[in-house]
T-cell receptor
Framework: GDSVTQMEGPVTLSEEAFLTINCTYT??????LFWYVQYPGEGLQLLLKATKADDKGSNKGFEATYRKETTSFHLEKGSVQVSDSAVYFC???????????????FGKGTKLSVKP | ETGVTQSPTHLIKTRGQQVTLRCSSQSGHNTVSWYQQALGQGPQFIFQYYREEENGRGNFPPRFSGLQFPNYSSELNVNALELDDSALYLC??????????????FGPGTRLTVL
């Protein structure tokens, strides 16, 4: 079945460092891809999304490009801040016909800690 | 605009008991999905309600059931609780049926502990 694999954390960086969180997926068809962020004690917030191959999603300095040839959607940020400390989830929309279609399949999440 | 709210925030139950979790969808949203997030894992889709009817279901047993009300708020019911049901339960709402790019808006979750 469809699945998402993320790099395992935790990831600890110093402020202003470059961030990459790897995400690869297995899916039938051409799913939409998402990055969600979860701050401590809060629900999930959509960070960015891409709906077709070669699309680049971007928000708050974060970027990810939908790469069909490598089935990847890696999250990057050029200069992280302490306020970026959170858990990041890669997800895809379930393309399989049936009861779960259109809902999200998530990776296990990557915890990011940014030190001042 | 009020976001997605969930109640209670935390809940402790014992094995075999039943529990009801509640969700108020964001204004204008008629579709509610429920997810289970075990510790250290990503959320897993339980089911979805659209206009008061179950419209989709993930790989969860029938003891997980739900309701959606005319105001589009929703309940998740779990019968015969098991230890493995301990998790964060997330509710998400959106406008319209499952669309491949439609954004879902998540609530803060209910933390359920089963002893």
């Amino acid at each position: 079945g469809d699945s998402v694999t993320q790099m395992e954390g935790p990831v600890t960086l110093s402020e202003e460092a470059f961030l990459t969180i790897n995400c690869t997926y297995t899916a039938t068809g051409y799913p939409s891809l998402f990055w969600y962020v979860q701050y401590p004690g809060e629900g999930l917030q959509l960070l960015l999304k891409a709906t077709k191959a070669d699309d680049k999603g971007s928000n708050k300095g974060f970027e990810a490009t939908y790469r069909k040839e490598t089935t990847s959607f890696h999250l990057e940020k050029g200069s992280v801040q302490v306020s970026d400390s959170a858990v990041y989830f890669c997800a895809l929309s379930d393309m399989n016909y049936g009861g779960s279609q259109g809902n999200l399949i998530f990776g296990k999440g990557t915890k990011l800690s940014v030190k001042p | 605009e009020t976001g997605v709210t969930q109640s209670p925030t935390h809940l402790i139950k014992t094995r075999g008991q039943q529990v009801t979790l509640r969700c108020s969808s964001q204004s204008g949203h008629n579709t509610v999905s429920w997810y289970q997030q075990a510790l250290g894992q990503g959320p897993q889709f339980i089911f979805q309600y659209y206009r008061e009817e179950e419209n989709g279901r993930g790989n969860f047993p029938p003891r997980f059931s739900g309701l959606q009300f005319p105001n589009y708020s929703s309940e998740l019911n779990v019968n015969a609780l098991e230890l493995d049901d301990s998790a964060l339960y997330l509710c998400a709402s959106r406008e319209g049926l499952a669309g491949l790019g439609n954004e879902q808006f998540f609530g803060p979750g209910t933390r359920l502990t089963v002893l």
